[in-house]
């Protein structure tokens, strides 16, 4: 007992809801210098400080190139990665396991699926895939839910349900692609690497849109989710009504990835990473939703200028994720099968 | 210590909960056809019974985490499942059997989260809430630990958290599902000590218990259960007697009185020593 309260003193002096804070406020900091760098990158690089000049408008060819060019790709990196970020938190909190994540549930994969028969079918306009591949990817997710559902969804089942339809799609989406004429396979593998190149304003706005209302709600779920990480008896004894909360979590969780990946194609690594790299980050109890959605905005603005500027061609940003989420994906399996008994 | 609360028999105070011809089951299995029950308001009503005799069961339909098929059961009168969920978490609070802590979370933040129910949409952090949080953690002895994670917690400091939880949810109805089974005998007491100051103060407890001493110690209500019902209800000195005993648990033994408090002590008649 008297170690616990030496312990304790100490524990006053560092306290965690300072480092928490101190956490979140320096992923904001990171965040906003790298999408000053970012702003800078390219066949026209600007300084820093040419940058702020630009953004404020007053120098017009770099004011074209920045806010015009560039600007739309950062933002939608930042507010795309906070999304995946905040979704992947919302499902690591849901099934209390580091290895859920929309993509492991058999999302990403159900829209790809989507994408690839809409492509395939001859539909050649960008709404057309973002329709294939949102339908796909709600499908996908709404079946996963209802094959794991038993009087309730536990959060182990959810995630090797979904490992299991996210295997029988990958097939599928293979199928699909080896039928398909050359080029029309192209296209589709193209979407299915996942890439930011092709967003301007016209296709962020809208997704912002429904990302800051999407936001919103995830915000007001925050308070349920913290009590469904009491685990179900306590969450109901203080009055949480346990299914509906964790229904509408879902559908939110796959609604914020579902919005990235019609506007993208499937990033995986971001939704899966983030969360965890913000709970060590900020040392906090649970998987930490806002410390979650400014680490994922980071890590996709950072993969995303990995992917353009630092292999001699650019790439999709999805294959970055990919590498990266591959590695960190096998880390993080060894550690989780060291840890089980 | 062992003397601070009163074992006033059973008369007088409405009922809080009742279960009125209650068809309790699981997915797969019924626990009880028909069950009555009921908890005086003011009372420190301890069910006991056999393994499997359903008497978590009944605490788990007081707490509303298990609707009855048909019958009822009622908080104040009014069917439990009708009243608003949060309504209800603010009447009757819970310590379940086994709970997790999310890894990492401190003494403090845990407690703060019992006052879910008090809180709404939009509400923020209060007064109300701040003190609810600081008098749960002193009555259970915690202030000290507010900043320590409960993963570096000892199992009876543990256990203690939960009640603070609870407590912060500030009921006048508190249910304990076998609040002692992990901890040693001297936390074990500590705890239900603990239990008996809420008790003295109003509020009216719920538990789960094995032990028949404990129970008999600190119980005013017993409700005695076997095979899903209820077997008889009073005090324990009208109850346990060596015939119920026999009956209930089928254990044959002599019940004496308690050296240090008088209540009925369960004395086995096995290992060949009579």
């Not at chain 1, 469904?228 to 299914?243: C, F, I, K, N």
């Amino acid at each position: 007992m008297s170690a616990v309260s030496t312990r304790a003193s100490a524990s006053v002096v560092r306290s965690p809801r300072r480092r928490r804070r101190l956490a979140t406020i320096a992923v904001a900091v990171l965040m906003v210098v790298a999408a000053v760098v970012a702003l800078g990158l390219g066949d026209y690089p600007l300084s820093p400080l040419e940058v702020v000049r630009a953004l404020t408008g007053q120098d017009g060819f770099a004011s074209t190139i920045v806010l015009g060019w560039r600007l739309p790709r950062v933002l939608a990196a930042l507010a795309f990665g906070a999304a995946l970020g905040a979704s992947g938190a919302v499902f690591q909190s849901l099934t209390r396991n580091p290895l859920g994540s929309p993509d492991v549930i058999g999302f990403s994969t159900g829209a790809y699926t989507g994408a690839i028969v809409v492509i395939v079918s001859g539909a050649t306009s960008s709404v057309g895939t973002a329709g294939g591949a949102l339908l796909g990817g709600l499908v996908t997710a709404f079946v996963v839910y209802l094959l794991a559902y038993r009087g309730g969804v536990e959060g182990l089942r959810l995630i090797i349900v979904g490992i299991g339809v996210t295997a029988v799609l990958h097939s599928v989406n293979t199928w699909l692609l080896l039928r398909a004429q050359t080029e029309v396979a192209i296209t589709a593998s193209f979407w299915g690497a996942g890439s930011l190149a092709l967003v301007g304003w016209s296709e962020l706005v809208p997704a912002a849109v429904l990302l800051v209302v999407l936001g919103a709600a995830t915000v007001l779920l925050a308070r349920p989710l913290r009590q469904l990480e009491l685990g179900d008896d306590v969450a109901r004894s203080h009055g949480l009504r346990t299914e509906r909360s964790r229904l509408a979590l879902v559908v939110v969780g796959v609604a914020l990835t579902a919005v990235v990946t019609a506007s993208t194609g499937p990033i995986v690594f971001v939704a899966l990473a983030a969360p965890q790299l913000a709970r060590r980050l900020a040392r906090s109890a649970g998987v930490p939703l806002a410390a979650a959605a400014l680490t994922g905005a980071l890590l996709l603005l950072v993969a995303d200028v990995v992917a353009q500027h630092v292999a001699a061609n650019p790439v999709p940003v999805g294959l970055v994720t990919l590498v990266i989420g591959g590695a960190y994906l096998v880390v993080l399996l060894v550690g989780e099968s060291r840890r089980a008994p | 210590m062992t003397d601070i609360h009163p074992t006033t028999p059973g008369e007088g105070g409405a009922p809080r909960l009742e279960a009125r011809g209650a068809h309790l089951a699981y997915e797969r299995r019924t626990v009880s056809e028909s069950l009555d029950a009921s908890v005086r308001d003011g009372s420190f009503t301890v069910i006991v019974g056999p393994n499997a005799c359903g008497k978590s069961t009944l605490l788990r339909a007081f707490a509303r985490l298990l609707t009855p098929r048909s019958g009822s059961v009622l908080l104040d009168g009014r069917d439990l499942a009708r009243v608003p969920a949060k309504e209800a978490a603010r009447t009757v609070g819970l310590l379940p059997q086994s709970s997790q802590a999310p890894e990492g979370i401190t003494v403090g933040e845990l407690v703060s989260r019992g006052r879910y129910p008090h809180q709404g949409l939009f509400r923020q952090w209060s007064e109300a809430d701040r003190d609810a949080v600081a008098t749960a953690l002193a009555e259970t002895d915690l202030t000290d630990l507010v900043d320590v994670p409960v993963d570096e917690l000892s199992g009876g400091q543990r256990q203690r958290v939960w009640v603070a939880t609870a407590l912060a949810q500030q009921t006048s109805v508190l249910l304990l599902d076998e609040p002692t089974t992990f901890l040693d005998i001297a936390h074990q007491y500590d705890l239900l000590d603990l239990f008996a100051r809420l008790h003295a103060r109003g509020t009216t407890v719920v538990a789960v218990l094995h032990d028949l001493a404990q129970a008999a110690r600190y119980a005013t209500d017993l409700i005695v259960m076997r095979d899903g019902q209820v077997v008889v209800t009073g005090s324990p000195a009208e109850v346990l007697t060596a015939e119920l005993v026999e009956r209930v648990f089928d254990l044959p033994c002599v019940v004496v009185p308690d050296p240090v408090t008088g209540t009925p002590l369960v004395v086995p008649r096995r290992r060949g020593l009579v």
